[in-house]
């Protein structure tokens, strides 16, 4: 299994940023694809997942800002995050499971990519 993870970059608080998980050497379908992120001095923080059988879950912080969709004809699945806080400025990381759950620890993933920045400025 591998994840490319993608477009993070800079923005200015209330922007947005679209982030892509592109996966390969995977049943893309059945997997769920999260997305996580860690921030210096920080645990890594379940943000938001998709299955395509159960649908998507939210970390409470993002709720609301954040939308997680995937697109199983390009194995990819994205992070819309609209209305960045700079407690949002964190490494994010996409990562895929089998596991189906209502809210997702870094432990039930056992396949990661490799992490996009994203910083948000106040």
């Known amino acids: 299994v591998q994840l490319q993870a993608s477009g993070g970059g800079s923005v200015q608080a209330g922007g947005s940023l679209r982030l892509s998980c592109a996966a390969s050497?995977?049943?893309?379908?059945?997997?769920?694809i999260g997305w996580f992120r860690q921030a210096p001095g920080q645990e890594r923080e379940f943000v938001a997942a998709v299955s395509a059988i159960v649908g998507t879950s939210y970390a409470d912080s993002v709720k609301g800002r954040f939308t997680i969709s995937r697109d199983n004809a390009k194995n990819t699945v994205y992070l819309q995050m609209s209305s960045l806080k700079p407690e949002d400025t964190a490494i994010y990381y996409c990562?895929?499971?089998?596991?189906?759950?209502?809210?997702?620890?870094?432990?039930?993933?056992?396949?990661w990519g490799q992490g996009t920045q994203v910083t948000v400025s106040s």
């Open positions: 990562a895929a499971s089998l596991t189906i759950r209502t809210y997702y620890q870094p432990g039930d993933f056992g396949s």
């Open positions: 050497g995977l049943t893309f379908s059945s997997y769920v």
